[in-house]
């Protein structure tokens, strides 16, 4: 753990990757401190201010009632990194243990579940979730809940074919000998040697889930205004280009930023985990 | 005489696949006794790991295997217990160990946590420091001076010799009636092999454990076992105590097996028939002194 992280920052471009998720981080986390006008994450109307370009006191400018933009990202990194965190802690223990359980047990078990898992990849994920969102009310459970259904899948194949390849094993067979239970075998002994690898996809997939997530506001599917969110501040400001640039730019700065910082460690993790295996 | 620890009478193996039946053991028997070393002796496919296998009740859950024949663990039928009274048997009155120590060993433990988990097989209650307490002293039967270090060690960096000792130790933690080797230290270089060899029977010796030997290679049988079975496609072709078989081997597939161990004087080795007629020879059995 200690070593994993002493080359985490000894890598320039993963030394970058964890310096712009702790900024992303700590910006969601303290957003209430550093925001210059905390209020503007709601339903606020400023006239006097409305659309103006990056000044002083809006150092990215204000959007279309007056809103100041940057208290905002601030505002809707909070919302992007509370989806991503919950959405992986619903989809990864539910896509491992199905995974886990398919991959050791194989036969029927094997047979049921990835087909399920298959009916779910075979779907594009993004239609996966606007469908679901189209039918659902469109709010921020309902968004998780959506992501959440199109992102288990991929938890299941991964950890299934480890699981596949750890069942060769001796340790398994000594366990199995042993007397140990499936439970235990499923979940004390093969689960561990797949750690490694769901860690680095998690870190990974907390960027792709922060981009899908602003793709399905970015397509009014998501969060709803006044909540501020990326995608949907992407595409409120879209219809303003090239004039009103800040309402578009700043937003889609603040997701590749999210979204490059989380890839930029998890390639990072796959380098330094995958070796040690 | 008490009961053998493990009987085995006219043991049938087939396997039902999508090209149709294929038996793998076509009758096969033998017993051993408490506290004796039995070795089961043939080449690769012959079927000595399914036989161990079918022992430890595993292939008995694979519902394309078909099992025939009776089995008996210290007199009781293994097919007159239910999955989970077998399921009891594993890790307590029967272990095994492997032929390659350091994958049979799980990576991402500590060996002094592994053994905690095989010795609470036996004890559901004991507490990590007893067990740790109990692994120490079981890896000092088998020569580890610093068992501190050890327990302490993920098994990727300790030698292959070492894990071999620990996999010994943990197979013989619970106290079990019969320990069933399948090819230990095959994947150990000779001297190692001959060193864990020589702790592993003075071990079994000590606790007069029954051990069931699977091997290929004759020169380990010879020091180590008491009684030596010699199984060729399935079939029991040679049995007797070891000294008699090596000083007059008398079926053609055993005769044919001993001259082609490698020789360190050279001389090659000669061209063994893949399929000599002779080797479907009925049963040859050495008396055992003292017995029947």
């Given amino acids: 753990m200690k070593r994993t992280l002493a080359i985490l920052l000894a890598n320039p471009l993963s030394l970058l990757g964890v310096v712009l998720v702790s900024l992303v981080v700590l910006s969601a986390l303290f957003a209430d401190f550093i925001a210059p006008f905390p209020e503007h994450r709601g339903a606020v109307v400023d006239f006097v201010n409305f659309n103006k370009a990056p000044e002083w006191p809006y150092i990215f400018g204000t959007d279309l009632v007056g809103r ?32 886990l359980v398919a991959g050791y047990l194989g036969g029927r078990w094997e047979y049921a579940l990835m087909r399920l898992t298959d009916v779910f990849l075979s779907v594009p994920p993004l239609v996966l979730a606007m469908s679901i969102m189209g039918v659902l009310q469109p709010t921020l459970a309902n968004g998780m809940l959506a992501v959440t259904a199109m992102w288990w899948p991929w938890y299941t194949r991964l950890v299934y074919n480890i699981t596949r390849g ?112 | 005489m008490s009961a053998p620890t493990l009987d085995i009478e006219n043991l049938k193996l087939g396997f039902k696949g999508y090209t149709g039946y294929t038996e793998v053991l076509h009758g096969i028997s033998l017993s051993v006794n408490p506290g004796e070393r039995v070795a089961l002796v043939g080449e690769s ?53 492997f032929q390659d120590p350091t994958s049979s060993l799980n990576p991402v433990f500590r060996i002094g946590d592994q053994f905690h988990d095989v010795l609470r097989r036996a004890d559901p209650r004991i507490t990590r420091d007893a067990a740790l307490g109990r692994a120490a002293s079981i890896l000092a039967e088998v020569s580890v ?24 130790a943990m197979a013989l933690a619970n106290e079990p009636a019969l320990l069933i080797a399948d090819e230990p230290g095959t994947a150990l270089d000779v001297t190692v092999q001959a060193q864990t060899l020589h702790l592993m029977r003075k071990l079994v010796e000590d606790h007069h454990t029954a051990v069931l030997f ?77 017995r029947q």
């Fill in chain 1, 166 to 277: 750890e069942k060769e094993e001796g340790y398994v067979l000594a366990a199995e000998v042993i007397g140990a239970s499936r439970a235990h075998i499923i979940f004390r002994e093969i689960l561990p040697n797949c750690v490694p690898a769901i860690i680095t996809k998690m870190t990974l997939d907390m960027g792709f889930v922060i981009l899908i997530a602003s793709s399905l506001s970015f397509l009014g599917l998501g969060v709803q205004p006044p909540t501020p969110d990326l995608g949907s501040m992407v595409a409120d400001g879209a219809k303003y280009l090239p004039d009103s640039w800040w309402l578009t730019i700043f937003p889609g700065l603040a997701i590749l930023v999210a979204v490059f910082g989380f890839n930029l460690i998890g390639d990072a993790l796959r380098d330094i985990l995958g070796a040690e295996q």
């Fill in chain 2, 145 to 168: 001076r610093d068992a501190v270090r050890v327990l302490n060690a993920f098994p990727f960096q300790l030698s292959g010799g070492l894990n071999q000792r620990v996999m010994i």
């Fill in chain 1, 68 to 99: 100041d933009m940057f208290s905002r990202i601030l505002y809707a990194y909070r919302i992007s990194l509370i989806l991503g965190v919950v959405v992986l802690a619903i989809a990864v223990p539910i896509g491992v243990t199905i995974g």
């Fill in chain 2, 45 to 97: 496919g012959s079927g000595k790991s399914v036989t161990a296998r079918i022992v430890l009740g595993l292939l008995q859950e694979l519902r394309a295997a078909r099992i025939e024949g009776r089995v008996r663990f210290e007199g009781q039928d293994l097919d007159s217990l239910n999955r989970r009274e077998r399921h009891a048997l594993r890790g307590k009155a029967m272990s095994m160990i």
């Fill in chain 2, 214 to 290: 699977i091997s290929h290679n004759l020169g380990v049988v010879r020091e180590f076992a008491d009684q030596i079975y010699v199984i060729y496609k399935g079939r029991i072709v040679e049995q007797g105590p070891t000294e008699a078989v090596f000083d007059g081997p008398r079926h053609p597939y055993t005769r044919a097996l001993m001259a082609a161990v490698p020789r360190l004087t050279g001389g090659g080795i000669p061209d063994i028939d893949e399929n000599s007629p002779d080797f479907g020879a009925p049963l040859e059995t050495h008396e055992r002194e003292g």
